[in-house]
């Protein structure tokens, strides 16, 4: 069956839609509001991994993990990437974890997601959310500083 057939209004949207096919609401209602992909990143020389800091984007709040401009981002941030369904694929700096990409992936939701735990706060006793976890990247004297807080291993999907 084509990706582009998948309806089926028995089933959640996330189950029964594709990315594609999501409205506006639908997609933002997605983000668990993790912060990982708001992670200053750096790039292994010798391997070519990219590797996250525990430094995060300077309008990140790092207590709620909310985009503290996000509608004018691009003002503020203008290399802020907008995830879309046409890019989600590509962007393979994104985390393992994200339900774009696990739904990109045909993983599916995890149970910790607070769609399906009805629950923000689960996002962080899953140990997913980087709430209270960040330093801002203008508390830094040189942005290649961040290279110090390279971050714990963030390469899981969150699982289940
Ligand atoms: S990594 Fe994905 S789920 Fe987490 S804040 Fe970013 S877009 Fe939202
Ligand atoms: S501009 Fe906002 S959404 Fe973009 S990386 Fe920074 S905090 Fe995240």
Sequence with gaps: M???????PSR???ESKTLSQMTGAEWESLCD????????????EDSGDIIPTTVAC???DGETCQCTRYKHRKRYVPDCIKLTPHNVGELQWMPKS?????????????SW???ISGDPNSVVAAGISMKGLTISEDELDQPEDAIAYE???????GGD
Excluded: M, V
């Excluded at 084509?2 to 089926?8: I, K, R």
């Excluded at 971050?151 to 899981?156: I, N, Q, R």
């Design 2 to 8: 084509s990706p582009q057939t998948l309806e089926n």
């Design 12 to 14: 959640p949207f996330w």
């Design 33 to 44: 509001g993790c912060g990982r992909c708001c992670l200053i990143r750096f790039e292994d």
């Design 58 to 60: 300077k309008l990140l």
């Design 98 to 110: 994200c339900a774009y990409r696990r739904i990109h992936e045909g993983k599916g939701l995890a």
């Design 113 to 115: 997601h607070p769609l």
């Design 151 to 157: 971050a714990p291993d963030l390469s899981g999907d």
